[in-house]
């Protein structure tokens, strides 16, 4: 049989109940004659507690004392998982991320896996022991303790997929795959089979949150075959079923591959828009206007300058929205003053939503679709975006549901694809 890496999140591992049933599912993969690598979560809700505890205490804490004190969850949930599987027959054991070792670098908070020693693991597999691997820590050069940021797990069971070889990694959440859209938003939202690296790429970018961003960067850039699916589905439920469940996250040249222009619609309300008004058209003005939000490391995403009239242009761009304030302030500072620009403007009320697909590359007349289906609605838009398969536009955050609405049907995303 197959070596295959679980990731359980934290909802999956949110009380004892729960962790006894990710016990059960990784016991019936393991009986059924696979080798298996467990990736869990801190239990939902403990790595906020435990942050909370730190700025109790301090404003400013260290950021190696803070990964030091985020790493604790995932250490706890490995802990009760081996036990959980020791108490239903099945011989595991536990590793954190420096006992394995899982090697970054010293980026506190937002470290990057360097390389992956699998020699413990890879032992423990042959002595026939499940082997349960702390995600979203690691180790820098110097042995410190590192976290990889929010989501991190997903990253560590990809990695640890990638560098052990597996056949897939299964990610268990508490939805059962990646659908169209968001099902609160468009009920009829259809669960797809299969989606490429490409695809959930711009998902995950565009406001999709089943995947952490870097984890599906990483599986693309290894060819590591990646499957969403339930964790809270029965555990007893047959292993050749659960294979075939929830949505793979395969390659383009997949002859199987569903055969859609558009493959779902992403939205985003984790946006503010800032426009610079009467800029001076010259060469190196974009850079003096951004540079110093990259300076600030405020990540700035659509960007548009104007037709230049009399030698002025307008220069607009989108920001997180929590950086909002902290964007217009620097652009009061460092721009309008230095530069002697005109009014600087912002809107934090803005939204994006993005079609993505593969079918864009084969397939004229989706931009044409889209802005047609938008003006029928009344919705404005305000700024465009595009790359091979995706096209977003930012429009007014309150049209946003009405927007994904329409988007949705207009591109016949409720079909099953035949």
Known sequence: MSLIVHKYGGTSMGSVERIRNVAERVAKWHRAGHQVVVVPSAMSGE????LGLAHEISEAPSRRELDM??????????????????????DAVSFTGWQVPVRTDDAYGKARIESIDDSRIRAELTAGRVVIVTGFQGVDPNGNITTLGRGGSDTSAVAVAAAMGAAEC????????????????VPDARRLARITFEE?????????????????????????RTRVLSSLTPPDIPVEEEAASGTLITFEEDENMEKAVISGIAFSRD????????????????????GPIAAANIDVDVIIQNQSVGGMTDFSFTVPHSEYKRTLEIMEREVRG??????IVGDPDICKVSAVGIGMRSHAGVASEMFRT???????IQMISTSEIKISVVIADKYMELAVRALHKAFGLEQEIV
Request: proline share 4%; aromatic share 6%; hydrophobic share 45%.
């Open 47 to 50: 790595t906020n507690r435990l």
């Open 69 to 90: 004190i985020a790493s604790t969850g995932e250490q706890v949930s490995v802990g009760l998982l081996a036990i959980a599987l020791q108490s239903v027959g099945i």
């Open 170 to 185: 299964l990610i268990f959440t508490d939805v059962d795959g990646v659908y169209t859209t968001d099902p609160r938003v």
């Open 200 to 224: 959930m790429l711009e998902m995950a970018s565009l406001g999709s949150k089943v995947l952490q961003i870097r984890s599906v960067e990483f599986a693309g850039k290894y060819q590591v």
């Open 271 to 290: 946006a503010a828009k800032i426009t610079v008004m009467h800029v001076p058209d010259r060469p190196g003005i974009a850079f003096q206007i951004l």
């Open 338 to 343: 230095p530069l002697g620009t005109g009014e």
């Open 374 to 380: 938008l003006y029928e609605e009344g919705i404005n």
